[in-house]
């Protein structure tokens, strides 16, 4: 078993919808919790970044944590096709950079205009 | 502006002929980490380092070795490519303090043929 499951997709919703990106993980450990953003041929860059249980928003986002559950989602509303990328889940145990992140699979989300 | 740099983005090689990817940062980051990203298999890391003279192998180190001799510089070092190293290869940086976020290169797609 992985320890950060995502799935893959594809995804694809009308523009405006909402849309909910899901990860589980294995590891009690685990405290801090990342949501990146990647563009077909780019790296992955940071969108969300939270820490333990709980909801943080930011503009159209919201991630949320449900550490009793070892599940973490990501919020999009009003959804637009410039937010049509793949998503990655990422979470770790400790804050700074010796800790070791595991990153989940990524989910290929379309958003149709 | 702040940037991670990789080069080249896309190689076509063949098995046995060695390569170097190389992989800079300008934001004075101590902390560099190769991944590979596979269909399925999300980011996985290979190597990474802590400091300048400091390195240690990720998850999939084998078949590859890594250098860091200045602190803005972590080239990838392929001796001997096999086929099952045909991957897309990101490079990433971030500082020691600042928490988990990693700073991603663009990406460099690798063919062994």
């Known amino acids: 078993q992985k320890e950060v499951e995502q799935d893959p997709g594809p995804l694809s919703v009308p523009e405006g919808a909402i849309v909910s990106l899901n990860c589980t993980y294995s590891?009690?450990?685990?405290?801090?919790f990342m949501w990146y953003r990647q563009y077909s041929r780019k790296g992955p860059e940071l969108l969300m970044y939270?820490?333990?249980?709980g909801n943080k928003e930011d503009g159209r986002f919201t991630a949320q944590v449900d550490k009793s559950s070892k599940y973490i989602s990501l919020f999009i509303r009003d959804s637009q096709p410039s937010d049509s990328a793949t998503y990655l889940c990422?979470?770790?145990?400790?804050?700074?950079?010796?800790?070791?992140?595991?990153f989940g699979s990524g989910t290929r989300l379309s958003i149709r205009p | 502006e702040a940037q991670v740099t990789q080069n080249p983005r896309y190689l076509i090689t063949v098995t046995g002929k060695k390569l170097t990817v190389t992989c800079s940062q300008n934001?004075?980051?101590?902390?560099m980490s190769w991944y590979r990203q596979d269909p399925g298999l999300g980011l996985r890391q290979i190597y990474y380092?802590?400091?300048?003279?400091?390195?240690d192998k990720g998850d999939v180190p084998e078949g590859y070795k890594v250098s860091r001799k200045e602190k803005r510089n972590f080239p990838l070092i392929l001796e001997s490519p096999s086929p099952n190293q045909t991957s897309l290869y990101f490079c990433?940086?971030?500082?020691?303090?600042?928490?988990?976020?990693?700073?991603f290169g663009p990406g460099t797609r690798l063919t062994v043929l």
């Open positions: 990422a979470m770790t145990s400790g804050y700074s950079s010796a800790s070791k992140i595991i």
């Open positions: 990433a940086s971030s500082p020691w303090s600042g928490g988990n976020e990693q700073f």
């Open positions: 380092s802590m400091n300048v003279e400091v390195t």
């Open positions: 590891n009690s450990a685990f405290q801090y």
């Open positions: 934001m004075n980051h101590e902390y």
């Open positions: 939270t820490y333990s249980s």
